[in-house]
T-cell receptor
């Protein structure tokens, strides 16, 4: 399967713990996005990478959130000191330069207890 | 403000009948519009897009969408619904406030239920 992959698919953590999610985009795609989706809502943009550069961050992304994309390949999203309000599906999408459609991974469902 | 509205939480249709899932948008400038479908426990799958050109756009799985600039709408359609089309459908518009980074603003989604 050459689509976007995300790991883990599910994560249950206790409030206050740190979590890290990984996204592997389609190999030739240089653009990578993170979105968050809560129940009954559409995805909301969190952050964007072009190659290894993080070019945009949403105001939704508090200072407890950090994302990286070393060497312009896979990306990680870390949440420090998790809160119950962080419970959501975290989606990663990749896009080829010059195209408009984004291809989404299956998501990581985070539950903070 | 840039926004997308999907006025129906759920659409019910009988198998074999035509279906329409509604979407209206608000953007400054020319809109770049998208439809995605989400099946349970899976990510979003791209269905179709409108960037420019013909107002009727054809996409995957027999879906099409009609761009109407005067009504600021981009409704998703299919001539004959299948039970397997039952899923959550999202309309999205490119957020033109950015520097060309193509981040998307999504509607809240419409659940399509196709009954045998």
């Amino acid at each position: 399967d050459t689509g976007v992959s995300q790991d883990p698919r599910h994560k249950i953590t206790k409030r206050g713990q740190n979590v890290t999610f990984r996204c592997d985009p389609i190999s030739e795609h240089n653009r990578l996005y993170w979105y968050r989706q809560t129940l009954g809502q559409g995805p909301e943009f969190l952050t964007y990478f072009q190659n290894e550069a993080q070019l945009e961050k949403s105001r939704l992304l508090s200072d407890r959130f950090s994302a990286e994309r070393p060497k312009g390949s896979f990306s990680t999203l870390e949440i420090q000191r998790t809160e119950q309000g962080d419970s959501a599906m975290y989606l990663c999408a990749s896009q080829a330069g010059g195209s408009y459609e984004q291809y989404f991974g299956p998501g990581t469902r985070l539950t903070v207890t | 403000a840039q926004s997308v509205a999907q006025p129906e939480d759920q659409v019910n249709v009988a198998e074999g009948n035509p279906l329409t899932v509604k979407c209206t948008y608000s953007v400054s400038g020319n809109p770049y519009l998208f439809w995605y479908v989400q099946y349970p426990n899976r990510g979003l799958q791209f269905l179709l897009k409108y960037i420019t050109g013909d107002n009727l756009v054809k996409g995957s799985y027999g879906f099409e969408a009609e761009f109407n600039k005067s009504q600021t709408s981009f409704h998703l359609k299919k001539p004959s619904a299948l039970v397997s089309d039952s899923a959550l459908y999202f309309c999205a518009v490119r957020d033109l406030r950015d520097g060309g980074y193509n981040k998307l603003i999504f509607g809240a989604g419409t659940r399509l239920a196709v009954h045998p």
